[in-house]
């Protein structure tokens, strides 16, 4: 009601009066930036996709197919057509070679000058065009050898079957109830283990046994460096005793479930592979099968190379497009949860030295002052690699260096701020020193640090990239940006797609957060305009 | 002014021992030794080793013997690869990574003035939006994605320029275009928006109106009245400038695979070889803080305002 | 280059309906619209109204120092000896700019160039304009530092502005600003960022100066007292309009504007301290952008009509060179035609 008379408010000229306030102001600024309103829907959706990775139809990101390494990005063939071009540029290459694949000079000319500049995928395409044609016409023919080459991969291609067990259960042969294993005691399970296998109980004690003492003994590795084999040992022991019997359970029952698991899956598949079931079954399927008698399990089955990966695969033969939103949700995490945890460091510091100034002021601007003289980014450097490099320290790392700048100038902002008569007003009615920097002065320097932070998360992400790109960054199987591309120079006259696609993901997302940055200092500051 | 010289050289002392006595500490606390490899090493072998590196002495020794030892100018022996001291490495690939990164802030000096200061006065034509958008390029995009996508482009299919190599290793002198290109990106970026803008400031300022207002032309008022003041943030720029080409050379070096300091900066950091990655650092920050000590007499002998009490 | 014009002009500046425009995000703000006068040679002028009036503006307008974007001159004409000022190019503009009319600015804290020596400055206003030598150029630059009263000139001036106080800055500005010999001097609220004893002196300073070279002066001021004490003639300017013009005595004697009444009311009097508050004009001036057909003071007028609400009033002529735009003095007849 109020807020409707306020809009309505003219003057005696007609002229309409209206307070605006100052995020108000700025929005109506930003709305107007075409830019900056299309960077925050691409951010947008660059949020969306890394939040939701994990329910998106796509492959797994650290999921190695050794037979579709380096697969080219293709939104029409599958895997596995693209697995045959690969090996039929091959054979023929080879064959061009041994001189059985014959061409014209003139084209001998320009696929040898290709191979002298080393653009080999020139060679493999012209070769592959060239192949098809000649095997057409009948002027080429496959040696023996080859043709059973070529007859094998036709059959594997056709056959190979991916599954993923996703629940096994026991059925109870005289009630006819199934129990999912996960809820099975640990006697049971072993009995169960040993029955698949049908072999006594006694070994599979002892495996399981020797196999949680050396994982105990390397986490304590990963943990304490620099002691002798005995040592480790010993305390391996320690802790192993130390454990609750509870806890015990359970890393036996992980160590069984993961080994019934995997034996259940190798016979699935080799039920699945038996003739009589090839012929009748269609994939993709998720289903129930029984294995034996008394084991069931709950599988997911799809041709193997049947898979389509619309962005390639990387040296290992994972999904890039996978690894790459992946990479965007790690690169983006840092990015944010850097910013926000410098901007705080920054804010809190910053306030007080502005705020309380003496002494205070003093030692906290000194200690700014002699870090900016550090080269930070090398002392980053050394931090990850002496103090391993995961994703934790990296946070660590990054967070120490970072929260200079901003101290320094919501410093200045609360210095400029601190005598004008609204302060002089809280402090005269006796609010505390917390309660006027959090509540008046910080609020105040508030579209500072929003400007800030923005131009912040970019930097961020560029300087996690660029350890990640030296290997000091996030580490396998995860991925970052950086990590996609530092994989990807060494391979890049072949596989230029590697090193392109996250490049591009990665400069996109960057050019978004700039000019989204840029947008909201113009939004917020318009007198600034066009100042860094 | 002489003071004033000498007074900021003194200030230098402290950074530098902050910057030594960290870097010495961070190493020496950390888990792992150099002497850590796959196969253990005999206890006898191993104490003889730590024997020889004065690696038994407690820590205060080690840090006096150390320091003691740098103002010598001596940075010790390498722990990694024997019978060669970190001063030897140091002198062979230092000056690979000073050619560069003198050439890379000579590129991004000139070309981020000139083309700032053309967008600033021809504001809102192609010139100004075609350098910003340069600029914004240099900004966003990382230079470990510059660089090999220009050494994929220019070096592998146009094949203008040699991959990698170095020109004083025997290779062609075209060897430096692509490195120092990379590198300079993006401080060009950064520079050529700093200019734009204060030059546009001050061209709005009232002593610009004053000097119009005398009847002077454009051109002599942008060179002779808006330059000096337009430069003072460019200038202070340069020590954030000089710390950035240091950090991008480590990830040039690598890209370009020249034998400079960086390279070996990375690898030593691999290797955990203690006193060639202190030496390195201190190499940098001895590097960084002349510099940035450099910029301050230049700033304050352009802005007559500085007094140098 | 040097050599002036002789030829004598009646007028020697005419500004005919002039209007300069800003093009903002919130609309279009009519800074300066319509706006005529004249100088005389040797003449003072004085143009006053209140801030965001469009004093400023109008002698930009007359220099063509408008920024441009967002300012424009939409309409007008600007004649210095008889040529027009909107239509010259760039280098007749040069030849124009601090040689003839030459320009005194508020600020004179930022008006000086921080990082060049005074020497420097004033050197290039006269190598500009006229074809001496640099040592020439210096002589004179220290003869005119020693007629604005700058003590020490020979060495003072090879330092730089931020070694002045701001007064001495004001001076260097006025002998800057008087060495080409121009014919006109703007001054820019030349003592509005001054002390107040300070104030008096540069416009002494300037009144002195302007008599002994016949210098014309356009002074702007929002300070009645300035005009009292310096100026021929004054132009009352309200919302980018002249509200009234007339000579000097003649305004402060028979103000015929509401406004101008009204400003003159508000100046505080020592003989009148005692017995009564001091008068004010309520409210606030309009804000220009989009101001519908009508006169802008009505709000604030206590005597406002129904026809001063829809129509700008004509200008009337009241006799000898006293001109006043308002309703008040038409007769029925104009008022109800509007």
């Known amino acids: 009601m109020k807020r409707e008379q306020k809009a309505k408010a003219t003057n005696e000229f007609n002229q309409v009066v209206m307070g605006n306030s100052l995020s108000k102001d700025a929005w109506r600024r930003l709305r107007k930036n075409k830019m900056a309103v299309i960077s925050v829907v691409i951010v947008a959706i660059y949020m969306l996709l890394a939040i939701t990775a994990p329910i998106l139809p796509i492959y797994s990101y650290d999921e190695i197919v050794n037979e579709h390494q380096n697969l080219l990005p293709s939104l029409t063939k599958t895997s596995g057509e693209l697995m045959w071009d690969k090996k039929l540029s091959d054979l023929y290459t080879q064959a061009w070679r041994q001189n059985r694949l014959t061409v014209t000079d003139a084209e001998n000319e320009i696929l040898e000058a290709w191979v002298l500049k080393g653009q080999a995928t020139k060679v493999w395409d012209y070769l592959l065009e060239e192949g098809n044609r000649q095997l057409a016409e009948g002027s080429f023919e496959w040696s023996a050898a080859e043709k059973r080459t070529l007859d094998n991969l036709e059959k594997k291609i056709a056959s190979d079957i991916q599954i993923t067990i996703q629940k096994v259960w026991q059925t109870n042969q005289e009630t006819g109830k199934k129990i999912n294993i996960s809820k099975m005691a640990v006697k049971d399970l072993v009995q169960l283990y040993a029955d698949l296998l049908g072999v006594p109980t006694e070994p599979i004690v002892t495996q399981y046994t020797y196999e949680i003492t050396e994982s105990v003994s390397k986490e304590i590795q990963a943990e304490v460096t620099d002691l002798s084999k005995e040592e480790y040992a010993l305390m391996a022991e320690q802790r192993l005793s130390d454990m609750s019997g509870k806890d015990y359970d359970k890393l036996i029952k992980a160590n069984i479930i993961a080994k019934i698991n995997s034996t259940v899956k190798d016979m699935a598949l080799y039920e699945l592979k038996s003739d009589a079931s090839q012929a009748s079954t269609t994939y993709p399927f998720d289903k129930e099968m029984s294995i034996t008698d008394t084991v069931s399990a709950s599988i997911k089955a799809a041709k193997m190379h049947d898979r389509r990966y619309y962005l390639g695969t990387d040296r290992l033969g994972r999904d890039l497009m996978s690894r790459i939103i992946y990479g965007s949700q790690v690169s983006i995490a840092i990015g944010l949860i850097g910013t926000f945890t410098s901007v705080l460091i920054g804010v809190i510091l910053g306030s007080l030295a502005g705020y309380i100034g003496g002494k205070v002021d003093y030692f906290i601007m000194r200690v700014v002052d002699i870090m900016y003289g550090l080269p930070y980014m090398l002392l980053v450097i050394i931090a990850m690699a002496i103090f391993g490099r995961n994703i934790l320290n990296l946070f660590f790392a990054l967070a120490i260096i970072s929260w200079l700048t901003i101290s320094r100038m919501v410093r200045g902002q609360i210095m400029s701020l601190k005598n004008q008569e609204f302060i002089e007003a809280a402090r005269s009615m006796g609010a505390s020193t917390g309660r006027i920097i959090f509540k008046h002065l910080v609020p105040n320097s508030l579209s500072v640090i929003i400007v800030f932070s923005t131009l912040r998360i970019p930097s961020f992400i560029m300087t996690e990239s660029f350890l990640s790109f030296l290997g000091l960054g996030v580490q396998a199987p995860f991925a970052s940006w950086g990590s996609l591309v530092g994989d990807a120079v060494g391979g890049m006259t072949l596989y230029p797609w590697r090193l392109f696609f996250p490049a591009i993901v990665m400069t996109i997302f960057l050019f978004a957060m700039n000019f989204l940055g840029d947008g909201l200092r113009d939004a917020f500051d318009p007198q600034s305009k066009n100042q860094l | ?309 | ?338």
């Not at chain 3, 004085?46 to 120092?65: D, Q, W």
Request: proline residues 5%.
């Open chain 2, 1 to 309: 002014m002489t003071k004033y010289i000498v007074r900021r050289l003194l200030g230098i002392i402290p950074t530098l021992l902050v910057i030594i006595t960290l870097s010495f500490f961070i190493v020496r606390v950390a888990p792992g030794g150099p002497f850590d490899t796959e196969k253990a090493l005999p206890e006898v072998v191993k104490r003889n080793i730590e024997a020889k590196y004065h690696l038994d002495e407690p820590l205060v020794m080690q840090y006096g013997r150390y320091m003691f030892d740098v103002l010598r100018g001596d940075l010790g022996p390498s722990f990694r690869y024997k019978d060669w001291d970190v001063n030897f490495y140091i002198f062979q690939s230092l000056p690979n990574s000073i050619i560069l990164g003198v050439i890379a802030i000579s590129i991004a000096i000139l070309f981020g003035i000139t083309s700032g200061m053309l967008a600033a006065v021809k504001q809102n034509t192609w010139v100004d939006y075609l350098s910003m958008a340069l600029a914004v390029v240099g900004i966003s995009v990382p230079l470990f994605v510059i660089g090999p996508v220009l050494q994929y482009i220019f070096a592998m299919q146009l094949q203008w320029v040699p991959t990698s190599g170095w020109f004083t290793a025997g290779d062609s002198w075209k060897t430096i275009i692509l490195p120092a290109i990379t590198l300079a990106f993006a401080d060009f970026a950064t520079i050529a928006r700093l200019t734009r803008s204060s030059m546009l400031d001050t061209l709005r300022s009232d002593y610009i109106r004053t000097a119009k207002a005398k009847g002077m032309r454009t051109s002599l008022i942008i060179f002779k009245h808006a330059m000096k003041g337009s430069m003072l943030p460019v200038v202070s720029y340069l020590g954030p400038a000089f710390a950035g080409i240091i950090t991008g050379s480590v990830v040039v070096e690598t890209v370009f695979r020249i034998p400079g300091l960086g390279k070996f900066f990375v690898q030593s950091s691999f290797n955990r070889d203690y006193t060639l990655i202190v030496g390195v650092v201190i190499v940098y920050s001895v590097i960084l803080v002349f510099m940035n000590f450099i910029v301050d007499i230049i700033y304050s002998m352009l802005d007559p305002r500085i007094t140098y009490k």
């Open chain 3, 1 to 338: 280059m040097s050599k002036k014009t002789t030829k004598q002009f009646d007028n020697m500046l005419e500004v005919r309906d002039l209007k300069t425009h800003f093009l903002t995000d919130a609309g279009i703000v009519k800074a300066v619209d319509g706006i005529s006068f004249d100088l005389k040679q040797g003449e003072t002028l004085g143009i006053v109204g209140e801030s965001g009036c469009g004093k400023s503006v109008t002698n930009l307008s007359i220099m063509r120092l408008i920024p441009s974007p967002p300012g424009k001159i939409v309409g007008g004409e600007i004649f210095f000896e008889g040529q027009d000022i909107l239509k010259l190019s760039e280098s007749e503009l040069r030849h124009i700019r601090g040689n003839m009319i030459s320009m005194i600015f508020q600020d004179p804290m930022t008006s000086l160039n921080p990082f060049l020596k005074i020497s420097t400055q004033m050197i290039e206003t006269i190598c500009i304009h006229q074809d001496i030598s640099k040592k020439a150029a210096l002589e004179k630059s220290i003869d005119m530092l020693n007629l604005v009263g700058i003590p020490d000139a020979k060495s003072r001036i090879h330092n730089y502005p931020h070694q002045f106080s701001g007064g001495m800055r004001q001076r260097v500005m006025i002998a800057m600003a008087l060495s080409c010999e121009a014919k006109i001097l703007i001054a820019d609220e030349p003592t509005t960022a001054l002390d107040v004893t300070i104030q008096a002196q540069i416009l002494e300073l300037i009144q002195k100066l302007s008599r002994q070279l016949n210098t014309s002066v356009i002074i702007i001021t929002h300070d009645l007292g300035v005009v009292a004490g310096m100026c021929d003639n004054v132009c009352v300017m309200y919302a980018g309009k002249i509200v009234e013009k007339a000579k000097t005595e003649d305004l402060y004697a028979h103000p015929a504007h509401p406004y101008t009444f009204g400003l003159i009311q508000s100046v505080p009097r020592l003989d009148k301290a005692k017995n009564g508050r001091l008068f004010s004009i309520e409210g606030q001036p309009p804000n220009v952008i989009d101001l519908p057909p009508c006169c802008p003071f009505h709000p604030r007028c206590e005597k406002a009509m129904d026809v001063c609400r829809t129509q700008y009033p004509p200008t009337k002529n009241l006799g000898e060179h006293h001109e006043v735009s308002c309703w008040l003095y038409t007769d029925d007849q104009e008022r109800s035609n509007g």
